[in-house]
């Protein structure tokens, strides 16, 4: 039963925004056996074997119970604190928690919702390319912020995060669309970060260090506590 999973997860499709990378490395692999010998065909091999395992894109199965908030990305959790959200995105200047997710290469780089709701602004910011497990790399990496409103009014912040190697942040929602939790909604190549600032007044459940699964595991229950309802 794991072997399975594990092999459906090596396995997935990719996403496509890897094909142009892999198509480019069949080429150098046929071009290379063709005509130029057998360095080019394995490197453009290898190269091939690696993005089709970057770029896999398996399906996710979110939780049925409403008023969650999800991982966003597959990876390691590196800080849990509290701090402002991106000052672009207008959500004030009060500290929430924010959750800071680090991808390595051998993790799935597909983002998803964490919630359902509306988006209301996205803001993309250039930056610097520092490692994406430093705490600093939230205020000075090349970052796509993105914050929705929940269907109960709160709003929530989901960060994308460029890393040390990382040189393309892609994001497939617009401004006014209506999204479900644990749907895609983009991916960064090549090592990053995702953020997620909680909703004023709302406490993490994942502590540092946890492995988080995109679009599966729970960091947050947006279900205000009995009495205060």
Avoid at 171 to 186: H, K, L, N, S, Y
Avoid at 205 to 226: F, K, W, Y
């Amino acid at each position: 039963m794991a072997l399975g999973r594990s092999l459906r997860l090596v396995l997935a499709p990719p996403h496509p925004a890897g094909r142009p990378f892999i198509y480019g490395g069949v080429a150098a692999a046929v071009l290379g056996g063709w005509l130029l010998g057998g360095w080019l065909f394995w490197l453009g091999t290898f190269f091939t074997l690696f993005c089709l395992y970057f770029f896999r894109d398996p399906t996710r199965v979110p939780p049925e119970r409403e008023n969650l908030v999800l991982a966003p990305a597959d990876g390691r959790i590196v800080s849990v604190i509290q701090a402002v959200p991106p000052e672009e995105l207008g959500l004030g200047p009060a500290p929430r928690w924010r959750v800071a997710i680090f991808l390595s290469v051998l993790d799935v780089h597909v983002n998803r919702l964490p919630v359902t709701g509306t988006v209301t602004r996205i803001a993309y910011r250039h930056g610097k390319y520092l490692n994406a497990s430093l705490d600093k790399a939230s205020v000075d990496n090349e970052r796509n912020a993105v914050a929705l409103r929940l269907l109960d009014g709160r709003d929530l912040a989901v960060v994308q995060i460029a890393g040390l190697i990382a040189r393309r942040i892609l994001c497939d929602i617009r401004e006014g669309d209506q999204v479900q939790a644990g749907d895609r909604f983009g991916i960064i190549r090549f090592g990053s970060r995702t953020d997620v600032y909680l909703p004023e007044g709302v406490r993490p459940l994942v502590t540092e260090g946890q492995t988080m699964i995109g679009g599966e595991t729970v960091i947050a229950d947006l279900t205000p506590p009995r009495g205060l309802a």
